[in-house]
């Protein structure tokens, strides 16, 4: 078994667990809280499962970086697509 351990601060809940689901051809994982870190349990993890996580850690965090960033200009053009349709119906 492989523990891995990977501070909360750097990473959301939600991140890491979307990282974990595309790693688990490369093993059989558990996640877990200790104190202010992500404890990550892998059984029988192969070679590739640390590197494969850390490239989905990095690709999901920019996602939700860019989420964040994007969220009031997402809003704007949904409510503006609304007010078109409504409007010519």
Partial sequence: MKTI???MKMYSELTIRKSLYWC???GHWTLKTHETEWLIE???PS???EPTL???L???HLREQLDKKTLV???EIIEAALNAVS???
């Fill in 5 to 7: 351990f990977i501070s």
């Fill in 24 to 26: 688990s051809p490369e």
């Fill in 42 to 44: 892998v059984q029988n």
């Fill in 47 to 49: 070679d590739l499962f």
């Fill in 54 to 56: 850390h490239r989905h």
């Fill in 58 to 60: 990095n690709d999901f």
């Fill in 73 to 75: 200009k997402r809003q």
């Fill in 87 to 89: 409007s010519s119906v």
